[in-house]
């Protein structure tokens, strides 16, 4: 290994923070006796990858999705205590996870990387088998997630069905993989459904073609638990570990000082003369009024996807909160309105996320079909693009859904039991004949005992109730029932209807019209200002130099010196 310290002190030098980092966990690395090795498991989207995870594992319950929905990594450590997960979402944030058959892919659109612990002791602990997106997956951002993960990768396990052919996608990637000099594992998935003669010419064929030696090959069957080659290359692997560590971080080490040679050699170039210093000054604002151009065609170019985005969500919104108010308003509930509020914002909130994702497919998009031109725009915002200012302020709502067609129920309840008091003073014999003086007597005495027994049919009504279960009586809950079948469901479901037409609905839109409004500026002034910020940095750096040489021309001229003696030391490293 070449020398850290000495590249590390010159990274320093140079105010390369990240630089000095990156080595610090390089040597760290190689200081250690039992360091871990990082394999991802790589191919086509359908080769086999996470069915042959769950082959290896204990829990055996990551999710074989049916179609490429999430560029989310997993990394799988084997040899733990339990079975669990780890979320990490992009602000670095950690969700636990007991149940990780309740990890599902369309949920993880947000997460940077899932962290498995299993307990199998099938792989050894110290090598970290981790899943990755389709290689030929139609979105974007799956193979991007795949391009920024493999430089932290120490080998690749090259995952292919024997079913069927070698794609160009598969050889491009084999050939990128051989210049990053990470060695190559082939494994070739779905044995059970080949002959022994067969799987040996597939094996022949693809060591001609790909140029991978046999001996790094292995051939499975997850479903049939064959797996005897692949824990044969798993030793073979661990065999040659330190070997295998020791290359690839070679390899980054050697990339880190041409990185160091290049930046010195600008620096000297720019630092030759005043004349040298005030071109380089203002190639750096050239540099920066291109790159604000192309942000600018950028931005634009993305207004009708933007459009288009706002349009889907808002028909997803209608259409979600149609089906689903409509299913709460004609079912039970103890308080319709409650669970209303709290069914729409979380909707809004669901599909406000899901437009924040579209917004960052778009740009990664539109960068990346750029890429390489000369309108490409090359920033870290681009990735990074912070929306999280961008929300949806809780929506109106007027509605009294709990009271709706049950206006009459007191009422309705009263003539019920009236009707009892009268029946019940019918069936007694009520009249009596008498003298004209005693008839208002007897009237008094009827009426305190329809009275009494009003009371008394209503403490039983109550009594019935509470019997049952219920904190009302039972002739208050006949007659809610009938009204609200009869009533009250028409009645919701109409004011829902209205409520949603002429309220809810375009008061989503005219929201996300506004935040739709504020998309462009918001990006367009985020890229601005990362690029000003870059090129402000580029050009305090020459014009410290340029002070140097006109103030301090001895301090400038040491300062040339260190420069001149650090590219030696590079040049030698």
């Not at 997960?85 to 149940?99: L, M, P």
């Not at 307990?119 to 997630?145: A, C, E, F, M, W």
């Not at 779905?190 to 597939?202: F, H, L, V």
């Not at 210093?277 to 203002?282: R, S, T």
């Amino acid at each position: 290994m070449k020398d850290i310290e000495k590249i590390s002190s010159i990274a320093e030098y140079l105010q390369l923070d990240n630089v000095v980092e990156e080595l610090k966990a390089i040597d760290f690395r190689s200081k250690q006796e039992n360091a871990n090795l990082i394999l991802p498991l790589v191919g086509e989207f359908s080769s086999g990858k996470t069915t042959l995870i769950n082959a290896l594992t204990d829990c055996k319950k990551l999710e074989t999705a049916t179609k490429p929905t999430t560029a989310t990594i997993y990394e799988v450590h084997f040899g733990c205590n339990t079975c669990r997960a780890d979320v990490v979402d992009e602000n670095g944030n950690i969700r636990g996870v007991e149940d990780i058959a309740s990890l599902k892919n369309e949920e993880l659109t947000e997460a940077q990387v899932v962290t498995v612990f299993d307990t199998s002791k099938r792989v050894p602990s110290n090598t970290i088998l981790v899943d990755t997106p389709g290689l030929s997956s139609p979105d974007p951002k799956h193979k991007q997630t795949l391009v920024n993960f493999l430089p932290q990768a120490d080998g690749i396990m090259l995952v292919t069905d024997i079913n069927q052919q070698i794609t160009r996608s598969l050889t491009d990637f084999i050939e990128t993989m051989k210049l990053s000099k990470r060695p190559i594992y082939l494994i070739l998935t779905k044995a059970d459904t080949k002959s022994g003669s067969e799987i040996e010419a597939a094996k022949k064929y693809i060591s001609d073609n790909c140029q991978i030696p046999l001996k790094q090959m292995a051939v499975v069957s997850a479903v049939k638990d064959s797996l005897d080659d692949l824990y044969a290359l798993f030793d073979a692997i661990r065999r040659d570990k330190k070997e295998i560590i020791r290359q690839v971080d070679e390899h980054r080490v050697n990339n880190i000082v041409k990185t160091l040679t290049q930046r010195v050699e600008e620096l000297m170039k720019a630092s030759s003369s005043d004349k040298e210093m005030d071109e380089a000054v203002i190639r750096c604002q050239h540099e920066l009024d291109k790159i604000n151009r192309n942000i600018d065609r950028l931005i634009d170019s993305m207004a009708d996807d933007i459009k288009d985005q706002k349009r889907s969500v808002s028909r997803n919104f209608e259409d979600t909160i149609s089906a689903k108010l409509n299913n709460l308003v004609t079912n039970k509930s103890n308080n319709f309105d409650a669970e209303v509020v709290s069914l729409i914002n979380n909707t809004a909130t669901l599909l406000m996320s899901n437009y924040k994702n579209g917004i960052h497919t778009i740009l990664r998009d539109k960068a990346q079909s750029q890429k390489g031109s000369e309108n490409e725009v090359s920033l870290s915002s681009l990735e990074n693009l912070d929306l999280s200012s961008l929300q949806m302020s809780e929506l109106s709502y007027n509605l009294d859904l709990n009271t709706m067609g049950h206006e009459y129920d007191g009422l309705i309840k009263t003539v019920v039991i009236a009707g009892a008091v009268a029946a019940a003073m019918a069936s007694t014999g009520g009249a009596a004949a008498g003298a004209a003086a005693s008839k208002t007597i007897e009237t008094v005495s009827k009426i305190e005992k329809a009275t009494n027994k009003y009371k008394t049919i209503d403490q039983a009504n109550l009594q019935m109730g509470q019997q049952m279960g219920n904190n009302k009586g039972l002739i208050d809950s006949i007659v809610g029932f009938a009204t609200d079948n009869m009533i009250s469901k028409p009645q919701r479901i109409r004011a829902i209807r209205n409520y949603i037409d002429d309220i809810l609905a375009p008061e989503f839109n005219l929201q996300l019209d506004n935040i739709s409004q504020t998309v462009e500026s918001s990006i367009r002034s985020d890229l601005h200002s990362e690029a000003s910020t870059l090129i402000s940095q580029k050009t305090e750096e020459l014009n410290q130099l340029k002070a140097e040489m006109a103030e301090k021309k001895e301090q400038f001229n040491q300062k040339m010196s260190k420069l001149r003696e650090i590219k030696a030391t590079l040049l030698t490293i």
